[in-house]
Nanobody, 124 residues
Framework: QVQLVESGGGLAQPGGSLRLACVAS????????MAWYRQAPGKERELVAR???????DYVDSVKGRFTISRDNAKNTVYLQMNSLKPEDTAVYYC??????????????????WGQGTQVIVSS
């Protein structure tokens, strides 16, 4: 299995910044997709940012120009830099990583893993 561990959430004031990190561990063979989602109270989970290819990125309109997704392939880590935070950014943020892994028989199998979620609260 591939486990994802998130960090970096917390409380920020409007206009402030936070940086989320998500580290993948396990018998990873290849990572194909990395993304961040969020779910606010009473709302459905939405895609916030993702890599559409190795370097190309895509963002939901509400965070364009404020959030930046990045990755460190050597560390199997994806980041979300969040600047100019707004109260409406308050949500639980989840990372999602897809790719392939080696199982106990050394066969390559696909995986689609989610982080445990990290709370982001933007309030004065």
């Amino acid at each position: 299995q591939v486990q994802l561990v998130e960090s970096g959430g917390g409380l920020a004031q409007p206009g402030g910044s936070l940086r989320l990190a998500c580290v993948a561990s396990g018998s990873i063979f290849r990572i194909n997709g990395m993304a961040w989602y969020r779910q606010a109270p009473g709302k459905e989970r939405e895609l916030v940012a993702r890599f559409t290819s190795g370097v190309d990125t895509d963002y939901v309109d509400s965070v364009k120009g404020r959030f930046t997704i990045s990755r460190d392939n050597a560390k199997n880590t994806v980041y979300l830099q969040m600047n100019s935070l707004k109260p409406e950014d308050t949500a639980v943020y989840y990372c999602n990583i897809q790719g392939s892994r080696r199982n106990m028989f050394d066969r390559v199998m696909p995986f689609n893993s989610w982080g445990q979620g990290t709370q982001v609260i933007v309030s004065s």
